[in-house]
């Protein structure tokens, strides 16, 4: 392996499949972190991965943990090794930095949450997408009563009729297909929902209870002899905040794609049209005071100025515009000044407790959320 800098910080990742290829057009971005390596499972992924990155490549899991220069784990696997690779490193003394879901279970994710302060680890879960200039613009736009008081969110994240689409067709830059039967068995629900509800839980604070339907809509999406388990492929939810806030969250893989959120507060309305661009524009619509309002509820939409500009070079620009490794590049800075990331484990823990509450509700649509989590703070230059 290469030597670090003395200010970097050694990353690893384990998985090298389709997802791996959205923290690679990213990651220079944040000259800091020094990939010291990749691992998979399937070793000729890892070995079509690294050469394609000019990357090294471990041959195993155990070499992998036994770098001591590698410090945080950037865990890429499939959503059902999530846990268990999260576990072996947070037990090998690695920070760890999860795609989602951050787990399968709640009971799953506490026990990481718990296992990495018994260490005096960081934990971290995907998705990142909080520390964008939209998230935190809007953010900034709630703290500055620009809308009054808000009530309402309308928060879509409806991916288009994917069932329909080329997905056995679709690759990587590095030539790892799209684990279409994963995410069909997974489910659009645990693996994007939390890109809203890691922003409104930020936003508005914890949730309390979560009223929910779930439905497959779709069940030919495969063979008869992979059908079994296929996940809801529609869910909309009604979370009510303890702050107050109702949100309703729909989401799925039927209907056109929508990616639009609505805020609606006493005195306007703040909304944006895309979840998975950095820098979406937000617009503010203020209440009517003149004229017939009964008619003219809303007046024209101002764009509000993005906290700071979207200028980051490397994005993965595909269906998405969106930085991945931000996420890493947060619990990076962490550990490297000794303070605490700005997207906690528990805030984690939290979003997926809702995000389970929704995905299982054709079981339970009536669920109270029980965790809690200390208030988020936003990125230092939006904070003003």
């Not at 645990?190 to 309390?208: D, I, K, N, V």
């Not at 079994?228 to 009510?240: K, P, Q, V």
């Not at 299982?360 to 009536?366: A, L, T, Y």
Request: net charge negative.
């Amino acid at each position: 392996m290469t030597s670090s800098a003395p200010d970097s910080i050694g990353i690893s990742f384990v998985g090298c499949g389709y997802v791996a290829d959205f923290y690679m057009a990213t990651l220079p971005n944040y000259p800091e972190l020094d990939l010291r390596g990749v691992y998979d499972i399937d070793s000729e992924r890892s070995s079509k991965f690294a050469q394609h990155y000019d990357v090294p490549r471990y041959s195993s899991m155990e070499e992998m943990l036994d770098d001591d220069a590698v410090q945080i784990v950037v865990n890429l696997t499939n959503p059902h090794s999530h846990y268990e690779v999260s576990r072996r490193s947070l037990e090998s003394g690695k920070h760890v930095y999860s795609e989602k879901p951050f787990a399968e279970e709640i009971g799953q994710a506490k026990e990481l949450v718990e296992l990495a302060d018994a260490r005096g680890l960081i934990i971290g879960s995907a998705p990142c997408s909080l520390l964008g200039e939209t998230a935190q613009t809007l953010w900034g736009a709630l703290r500055n009563d620009v809308i009054g008081r808000p009530r309402l969110v309308y928060a879509e994240l409806d991916d288009g009729a994917v069932h329909q689409m080329p997905y056995r067709d679709w690759i990587s830059p590095s030539g790892a297909p799209w684990p279409y039967a994963d995410e069909f068995h997974v489910g659009p629900t645990l693996e994007h929902a939390g890109y809203y509800l890691t922003w409104l839980t930020a936003f508005f604070g914890p949730a309390a209870e979560v009223v929910s339907f779930a439905g497959l809509l779709q069940p030919e999406k495969l063979p008869n002899s992979h059908r079994l388990g296929l996940a809801a492929d529609f869910t909309s939810a009604c979370i009510t905040f303890h702050s107050g806030v109702v949100a309703r969250v729909t989401c799925g893989t039927v209907a056109p794609e929508n990616h639009t959120l609505q805020i609606v507060g006493d005195d306007g309305v703040l909304s944006i049209s895309e979840c998975w661009d950095y820098g979406a524009e937000v617009t503010l619509r203020k209440r009517s005071t003149g004229g017939d309002s009964a008619h003219h509820y809303l007046t024209e939409p101002r764009v509000q100025p993005l906290v700071r500009p979207a200028d980051y070079p490397f994005r993965y620009v595909d269906t998405h515009d969106m930085d991945f490794a931000r996420g890493v590049a947060d619990i990076g800075e962490a550990v490297r000044s000794g303070g605490s990331p700005r997207m906690s484990a528990r805030h984690a823990l939290h979003v997926l407790e809702i995000v389970l509450a929704i995905a299982g509700s054709s079981e339970q649509p009536h669920t109270k959320i029980n965790t809690k989590f200390d208030e988020l703070e936003p990125m230092s230059w939006a904070a003003g």
